[in-house]
């Protein structure tokens, strides 16, 4: 008896050893490497806060992300450059009122900056008239950490150019339309380079958008189609909250997500900010980063 059990024990250590050398030798998978975190945010503060509503609003989107996107925050430029110099994140609030209002910032700790840029997108109602011209602005940066590329696109539509889902006809609603694609053409653009994420206030009920399913608003252009493309954080963790605006759920954070075997970044949750003074909620999403 004690032969057969010494034999047994001999046969189970060379399987337990045959198996650990096959192991060895194949492929981590993705959820086996090295993964670091971060997050990313977006928030619309209102431009017609007063200077201690806005810093309030400024101060509590930062303390819960590493990159944010703004809206509607051109007309506090200055006093924005000052905040980013003296709290160490990177500014990027290109040009005028307009086109600072989609400011980008980043922590200087995790992030540093390999390269920035601004597109004219269109004017909403004509050349110089009210609402003012849209821009789609983005930075790019280097992961410390991880090493890796990411790209930050933050846009702001034009208000007022749906109803349940459905386009209303005016010239607003073009240039949304003519922003979306943009938008989607510049995250194409920049994931062939490394990891793309895209925030800002879109305008857009994303419920109602994914009902009517209108062929130039965000659902089509962005999310309907097949993988390698942007997926929202409500497509992929549902709707959370009462909504950013109201009970509408307006404001975004995308990530291009790729086939499995090619994705190095992952959107792992996310989270609705209240307690704003502005008029909107923010949204914080959590992503994994493989170094």
Request: glycine share 10%; hydrophobic share 40%.
């Given at each position: 008896?004690?032969?057969?059990?010494?034999?047994?024990?001999?046969?189970?250590?060379?399987?337990?050893?045959?198996?650990?050398?096959?192991?060895?030798?194949?492929?981590?998978?993705?959820?086996?490497?090295?993964?670091?975190?971060?997050?990313?945010?977006?928030?619309?503060?209102?431009?017609?806060?007063?200077?201690?509503?806005?810093?309030h609003d400024l101060n509590l989107i930062a303390s819960k992300a590493d990159l944010v996107g703004l809206n509607e925050v051109g007309n506090r430029k200055a006093f924005l450059e000052g905040w980013?110099?003296?709290?160490?994140?990177?500014?990027?609030?290109?040009?005028?009122?307009?086109?600072?209002?989609?400011?980008?910032?980043?922590?200087?700790?995790?992030?540093?900056?390999?390269?920035?840029?601004?597109?004219?997108?269109?004017?909403?109602?004509?050349?110089?008239?009210?609402?003012?011209?849209?821009?789609?602005?983005?930075?790019?940066?280097?992961?410390?950490?991880?090493?890796?590329?990411?790209?930050?696109?933050?846009?702001?539509?034009?208000?007022?150019?749906?109803?349940?889902?459905?386009?209303?006809?005016?010239?607003?609603?073009?240039?949304?339309?003519?922003?979306?694609?943009?938008?989607?053409?510049?995250?194409?653009?920049?994931?062939?380079?490394?990891?793309?994420?895209?925030?800002?206030?879109?305008?857009?009920?994303?419920?109602?958008?994914?009902?009517?399913?209108?062929?130039?608003?965000?659902?089509?252009?962005?999310?309907?189609?097949?993988?390698?493309?942007?997926?929202?954080?409500?497509?992929?963790?549902?709707?959370?909250?009462?909504?950013?605006?109201?009970?509408?759920?307006?404001?975004?954070?995308?990530?291009?997500?790729?086939?499995?075997?090619?994705?190095?970044?992952?959107?792992?949750?996310?989270?609705?900010?209240?307690?704003?003074?502005?008029?909107?909620?923010?949204?914080?999403?959590?992503?994994?980063?493989?170094?």
């Amino acid at each position: 008896m004690r032969e057969t059990v010494n034999w047994s024990a001999r046969a189970l250590g060379a399987l337990a050893g045959a198996v650990a050398l096959v192991a060895a030798l194949l492929p981590a998978t993705p959820a086996a490497a090295a993964n670091t975190a971060f997050k990313a945010a977006t928030l619309n503060i209102y431009y017609g806060l007063s200077q201690a509503d806005f810093a309030h609003d400024l101060n509590l989107i930062a303390s819960k992300a590493d990159l944010v996107g703004l809206n509607e925050v051109g007309n506090r430029k200055a006093f924005l450059e000052g905040w980013a110099a003296d709290n160490g994140w990177w500014l990027y609030a290109p040009g005028g009122t307009n086109q600072a209002g989609e400011t980008l910032i980043a922590r200087k700790n995790m992030f540093d900056v390999l390269d920035k840029g601004s597109i004219f997108v269109c004017d909403t109602n004509g050349p110089g008239e009210v609402p003012p011209a849209r821009y789609n602005n983005w930075v790019t940066y280097r992961h410390k950490t991880s090493g890796r590329t990411v790209t930050h696109i933050n846009a702001h539509a034009v208000a007022g150019i749906e109803a349940a889902g459905q386009p209303q006809d005016l010239p607003r609603t073009r240039c949304a339309e003519a922003q979306f694609q943009a938008l989607k053409d510049l995250a194409v653009a920049k994931q062939g380079t490394g990891q793309v994420i895209v925030s800002g206030d879109l305008n857009v009920d994303f419920s109602a958008d994914r009902s009517y399913g209108y062929a130039k608003f965000p659902w089509q252009v962005f999310e309907a189609n097949e993988l390698p493309n942007l997926r929202s954080n409500y497509n992929l963790y549902g709707e959370q909250g009462t909504g950013t605006h109201g009970n509408r759920h307006i404001d975004y954070v995308y990530f291009w997500k790729r086939l499995p075997d090619y994705q190095r970044m992952w959107m792992t949750g996310y989270d609705i900010v209240g307690g704003t003074r502005s008029d909107h909620n923010g949204v914080v999403a959590t992503f994994s980063i493989q170094s």
